[in-house]
Structures are given as C-alpha cells and as structure tokens.
C-alpha cells in the first residue's frame, strides 16, 4: 500500500510539471522500457550502461532487433556476474561507467547486502561500515570515440544516480542520440524533485521530447525531435 502511495504520488507531481509531451510518437513496451520501435535500426548501435545482474532488455534488443549492445558496468559484483553468464556476440561488455570525467569513481554499496546496485552516491544506514569501491569512467564522448561511433541509436542509463552529471555532459557534446531511456533518481536522499526535473528541462530544451515516464514515475523515454520513423514494427510486449 505505500508503495502505491509513493507511486501516485510521483505520478501526480510528473502531471504537474507537465513532463510528459503528448504530441510525442507513440511507444510500446520492450522489456519494460517504452520505446518507439519503429525508429530502431539495428545499423546502429546502442549502448546499456549500469548492468548490475539483469540483461533482460539486452538481450530482448538482439533477439527482437537485431542490433549490438554495448554493455558497461564498472563495480567488481557486476563484472563477476557476467563473467559467469553465456551471452551472444552482440553482447559486448565494458567494465567501466559514464560521468563527466574520464578517471577513478568510488561507487557506494547498496543498502541490502548481495544487491549488485552500487551508485555514487551515499546511500548506506548510519551503521554500515561497508567501504566503496573504485571503478573506471568515462565520458560518452570518450567512449563513443574509442568505439569508434559517432551516433548513438538507444542510450539506456540505469546507472545509479551517475545520470547528474552524464546528461549535462552528454548535452554540452553535442552528441546524437535517438532515443534515450534514464532512470532518474530523484528519490535519492542526496537528490531532489526540482533536481531531477532539472534534468528533464535540459534535455527538453536541446531537442529531446519525453515521450513516457513509467507507472513508478522514475524511468522516462525520450527521442530526438524530428527522428524518422522505419517501417512499423509489431508491438513488443513487456518481458
């Protein structure tokens, strides 16, 4: 019950703001991710930062769209995951994350002990003596030109709280991207509402339209104005 609670209340205060842009293209659900399906195009590559211990839409893009995935996660628990998992060629992993530097970052550990969601910022209870740990980032600039991409068909960040300072980077680059799918970690304690509608007003202002914000108003979906659509694609379903 007070997960729902939360839940509408984020939903009401999203309305408010009027976050959502009706006129946007029309989504459907991939792995739980809304999406315009019909703008994937598997020529381009999409990049899924913050793996944690979940590849499901990653592995939904490849199957269903054909596309290659680069995945990145720079905490040691993910990387040992999937050093464990058997995964496709069109998975190809990174260990390494996104910030607005390119160097060290010490990554926090999660609140219950096992969970793989490390995060930059300070979310431990008063008592938990539970050290961070470092890893390597990068800029999406730096990344895309060691990859050797210039464009950018689907950027997923699920990264923890990292999306502060990679959007207004990824923003002042200038770089191309599509559609982008963000966790926004408003919630945080270290965090705000006005913080994370912030982000939204920068992306809005440099030419992305936000087409959904999910029934626990903290996933958002954007894309490019004026992204040409392909040919329709069937209606993906949730996974």
């Not at 793996?51 to 996660?73: C, N, P, Q, S, Y």
């Not at 069109?90 to 926090?108: A, K, M, P, V």
């Not at 912030?198 to 992306?203: A, E, G, I, T």
Request: net charge positive; with cysteine.
């Amino acid at each position: 019950m007070l997960k729902f609670l939360k839940h509408s209340l984020r939903q009401q205060r999203l309305r408010s703001a009027r976050v959502v842009d009706a006129s946007g293209p029309c989504t459907s659900l991939v792995s739980g991710w809304a999406m315009v399906t019909a703008a994937i195009d598997a020529s381009q590559p999409v990049y899924s930062f913050g793996v944690g211990d979940t590849v499901f839409w990653d592995l939904h893009m490849i199957r269903r769209f054909g596309v290659t995935v680069h995945a990145f996660d720079p905490t040691p628990a993910s990387i040992a995951w999937v050093a464990r998992q058997q995964l496709p060629p069109q998975f190809i992993f990174h260990d390494f994350g996104i910030s607005n530097f390119d160097g060290e970052l010490d990554f926090h550990p999660p609140r219950r002990i096992g969970n793989t969601h490390y995060s930059q910022e300070k979310r431990w209870r008063p008592f938990d003596r539970r050290p961070p740990v470092s890893g390597r980032v990068y800029r999406l600039a730096t990344i895309m030109r060691q990859l050797g991409h210039d464009r950018l068909g689907v950027l997923k960040l699920d990264v923890e709280g990292s999306e502060f300072e990679a959007i207004p980077d990824l923003i002042a680059s200038g770089i191309e991207v599509d559609q982008l799918l963000v966790e926004i970690h408003y919630h945080f304690p270290s965090r705000s509402f006005a913080e994370g509608m912030q982000l939204v007003r920068q992306l809005k202002a440099n030419g992305f339209v936000c087409v959904f914000a999910s029934p626990r108003g903290l996933e958002f979906s954007f894309v490019r104005e004026g992204l040409k659509l392909g040919a329709a694609a069937p209606l993906a379903r949730a996974a």
